[in-house]
């Protein structure tokens, strides 16, 4: 629908309209309605400091809207059957394909990350609706005698809040939109503050889509997920972001006993050993150390060498990230775009700061930015630490940024133990020709997902999620689904 079609801020979107998505102006979308608010804000391009386009601040009177028309849809939504909703799934995957060009140049607009990364994005989107869209978690029959059947099955649980970072905005807004809406809940996507275009523009398209109710979304200032994680009739949080966020958003959930996944922040070691083909190995480390600016969960944010190929392995590894282009995302030769936002630039140029202050030594980079980035973008060089002490704070923190430490190891024993040294387990990964010596490592790692020869693999039909202070309850897969329901058992008496 065209933006001239809005009369006081309200449009209806629900009757079939297809045209193009139009992708200047940004309303909330409540019930299939484009709504504005009184207030508005805008966030920065991290790659210009140039402002972007102006988005709604939302106030409690449009989270009850919103979810009262959430409550309301659900009692037909949840009647609907699977295949009628996997159509839908598919026909949405369809339409986000139809608008990825301009999925992809928003993305890099608000992100910063480079656009073939954008477009990546949105390919993986897209491919968790389609594996979704026919995904189910079949009953289990635990007794079935000539007196009775007992069924172990699934209902959906109704509302459910979706709290979305800024690293990737589109994947993890539709990594819960597919199982929550497959699972025949209705869902109210909320972006992070940093990044709400590619949301609010997934929630117009859906809106084509699917009746109203079903998926909607909201923007708004840091006040608005507290709005959601008290709200008594949203049903469930599915969470992700950092592990400060989490811990309040479990804490607000308590009082109305919400049901809660959280997704939160990691510190991934990946163990090195000193049989591996160091030349063969390397683009893949460089690239799931440096990927979106080094801004994932589950980038790897300690690098354990063993001490027998430290040397060569720390110069080929420099060779290979010195080569990475840093720059716009629009440059399609860039490999490193900005940090997302001012906030994240403070903190990692903090890190930065620490290189000389605690004597680090860098094998690359190191070059702290000039404070006000205004007019240059959020840029940092990507840098390397060459073994800094166990207990430094790139070591022990997660930077969020560009600048890994690279760590010496000889014992076994001693790396599982500084591997799982840590309050973090949502990724590892062990390195070695040995697969069995390497499973035999994998298994002592305290980590949500554990890989041997790679790191950072994700699909959609297999669970993901942290141990410890990375995350409650896991997503995706057949177990991420069971986190969209309440599991209920059927005691059926035969011949009464
Ligand atoms: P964040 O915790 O600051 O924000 C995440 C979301 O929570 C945003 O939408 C924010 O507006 C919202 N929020 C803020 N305060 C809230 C509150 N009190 N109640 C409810 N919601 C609130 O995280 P971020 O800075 O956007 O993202 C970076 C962090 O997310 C990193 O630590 C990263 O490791 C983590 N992360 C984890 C995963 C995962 O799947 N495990 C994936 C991506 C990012």
Known sequence: MAPSAISNGVSNLANGHSPKLEFETYYNLINNELTKTAKSRHNINPATTEPNAEVPVSTQEDVDKAVAAARAAFKTWSKTTLEERGEK?????????????????????????????????????????????????????????????????????GVVGGIVPWNYPILLAVGKIAPALITANTLILKPSPYAPYCNLKLAELAARLFPPGVLQALSG????????????DIDKIAFTGSIATGKK???????????????????????ICDDVDVEAIIPKLANVSFLCCSQICMMIKRLYVHESIYARFLAAFVAHTRAFKVGPGTDPDVFIGPVQNKMQFDKVRTMYQHIAAENWTPALGGDVPDPDPTGKGYFFTPTIIDNPPEDSAIVTEEPFGPILPVLKWKDEEDVIGRANATKTGLGASVWSKDLARAERMARRLEAGSV????????????????????????????LGLKGYCNPQTLWLKKGV
């Open 89 to 157: 799934l598919v026909a949405y995957a369809d339409a986000i394909d139809g608008h990825k060009d301009d999925f992809a140049k928003l993305l890099t607009s608000e992100q910063g990350k480079p656009l073939a990364q954008s477009y990546v994005e949105i390919g993986m989107a897209t491919s968790w609706l389609r594996a979704f869209s026919t995904m189910k978690i079949p009953d289990e029959v635990i007794e079935d005698n000539e007196d009775l059947l007992i069924i172990h099955t699934n209902v959906p649980l």
């Open 221 to 232: 200032a840091e006040d608005l997920g507290p709005m959601f994680t008290t709200h008594p």
């Open 249 to 271: 958003v479990m804490a607000a959930a308590a009082p109305t006993l919400k049901r809660v996944t959280l997704e939160l922040g990691g510190n991934d070691p990946a163990i």
């Open 451 to 478: 890989w041997v020869n790679s790191h950072f693999d994700v699909a959609p039909g297999v669970p993901f999620g942290g141990h410890k202070w990375s995350g409650v309850g896991m997503e995706w897969g057949v």
